[in-house]
């Protein structure tokens, strides 16, 4: 790609802008400049401007301005943690498709571990599901080119592309002697964040993927039927599990619908002052029934927030394993040129006060995941956690007992799922517990 001059000084122009923001955190409503930090970003940028320049010039072969620029850009961010990523135009116009629920790719939720491309969890019913590919994979090749030293970015636009078109990745597992090559066909991936059903006895199942922009309106409206097709529910089990978050808003509203007061989660960010608290408000329709939220290892961020709301609340028993461990909040900031920065800008706490970041939240009962199959033996998933990651943000708070497993916690193995089985049983078992032991109507 050749610039003209006008095309490198508007480029020029927005990477400074971009470089200013990084070193003084200062777009929109992070807006603080550093005073101390003046003269050391204004020599940072004559630096990178004179070492542009020299590349420019110098260079044996002609180079493509924005290719560099954008090269610098991932580099800073690969300087902070894990989940700080810069956007090119391209791929934050699929983040914002995305998160409106639907995309066209493959199906999977990705991270670099260790410096590979290794998958978190496949989307429920997409191409990826179905052609058998597992949480812990690693993508060693895309269309036959390594994967070593990609960026998560560079990822999603090479396996991302029209309906309809077939792509070639190359896998290895645990039980493989060699990558093992997955030929799969793109398609419009929908994804509903919300489902639900009705469980025999008047209970109900309601699974949250992630949450998107309409997650709290579908959820509202999965309890509403569940409620009234039903006769009323005796029970719920909230599913999380692989639940990789998403919008913190909706994190927040899908709480507050179990929650008449009390604290919600607590944040705290650098360009604050104090934290901020925030809360839960009285409902209109109470759902004055038991709780139990499911949660693995793929629970995280907007999930945990959920989570760890009901469970310091005394509004829900969690139950499953111990969750990824990410309690660090993002913006999404755009630029000029229609790029975007993903910057992490603060932390949450539960309403207890207590950090999860790289631990996790502690089911009350923890039951074991269900076992996968792989080739003819059988073989756990293994998960990705945020203590995994490098750079990740370590917690900044003492850990305290209450904060490690729970003493009463007991390993479970029971077929099948083990943890929506147990999670039944226990709403069954605290109905016979209320009427025959406690003389309540269980009605």
């Known amino acids: 790609m050749t610039f003209k001059r006008g095309q490198n000084t508007k480029l020029l122009l927005v990477v400074s802008m971009f470089l200013v923001l990084v070193f003084t955190v200062s777009i929109g409503w992070l807006c603080r400049v550093s005073a101390i930090n003046k003269e050391e970003t204004y020599e940072n940028l004559k630096l990178f401007n004179a070492v542009l320049s020299k590349i420019q010039k110098n260079y044996v072969e002609e180079v493509d301005t924005e290719k560099l620029i954008y090269g610098a850009i991932n580099g800073m961010l690969q300087a902070l943690d894990p989940h ?27 991270t670099i571990k260790d410096g ?123 599913d999380l599990r692989n639940n990789p978050g998403g919008t913190f808003d909706q994190a927040i509203k899908v709480s507050d619908e179990f929650l008449d007061s009390g604290i919600i989660t607590y944040t705290e960010q650098r360009v604050e002052k104090q934290g901020r608290e925030h809360s839960a408000h009285k409902n209109e329709s109470p759902h004055d029934y038991p709780v139990i939220v499911l949660v693995n290892a793929g629970s995280a961020s907007a999930s945990e927030i959920v989570a760890g ?82 750079r990740h943000l370590e917690d900044t708070k003492e850990v305290t007992e209450e904060d490690g497993a729970s003493k009463e916690a007991k390993e479970e193995k029971i ?23 406690l003389g309540c109507d269980a009605s």
């Open 84 to 110: 700080s990523s810069f956007m090119p135009p391209d791929v934050y116009k699929e983040f914002n498709v995305e998160m409106k629920g639907s995309f066209s790719g493959l199906g999977i939720e990705i």
């Open 116 to 238: 590979v491309l290794t998958v978190i969890s496949p989307i429920e019913d997409t191409p990826a599901y179905r052609a058998g590919i597992k949480a812990g994979d690693y993508i060693v090749k895309i269309e036959g080119e390594s994967t070593r030293d990609i960026t998560l970015m560079e990822a999603v636009k090479l396996m991302r592309g029209p309906t309809g078109t077939d792509i070639t990745i190359s896998i290895m597992r645990k039980g493989f002697s060699e990558p093992k090559e997955f030929t799969i066909t793109r398609a419009v991936i929908k994804v509903k964040s919300v489902r639900y059903k009705a469980l025999e006895g008047g209970y109900g199942y309601i699974r949250i993927k992630s949450f998107q922009e309409r997650t709290s309106v579908e959820f509202k409206n999965a309890l509403n039927k569940l409620e009234t097709e039903n006769g009323g529910l005796k029970g719920l089990v909230l």
């Open 309 to 390: 709301a009901l469970q310091d609340n005394g509004r829900a028993l969690i139950l499953g394993t111990q969750t990824f461990g990410k309690a660090t909040i993002q913006t999404i900031c755009p630029l000029e040129d229609g790029s975007a920065l993903r910057l992490t800008i603060g932390r949450y706490y539960t309403p207890k006060g207590k950090s999860i970041q790289a631990k996790g939240i502690t089911p009350d009962i923890v039951v074991s995941d269900v076992t996968h199959s792989v080739n003819s033996g059988e073989t756990k998933t293994k998960f990705i956690r945020e203590k995994d990651l490098k």
């Open 415 to 437: 077929p099948e799922d083990p943890q929506l089985e147990r999670a039944v049983n226990l709403l069954k078992s605290w109905y016979i517990f209320k009427k025959n032991l």
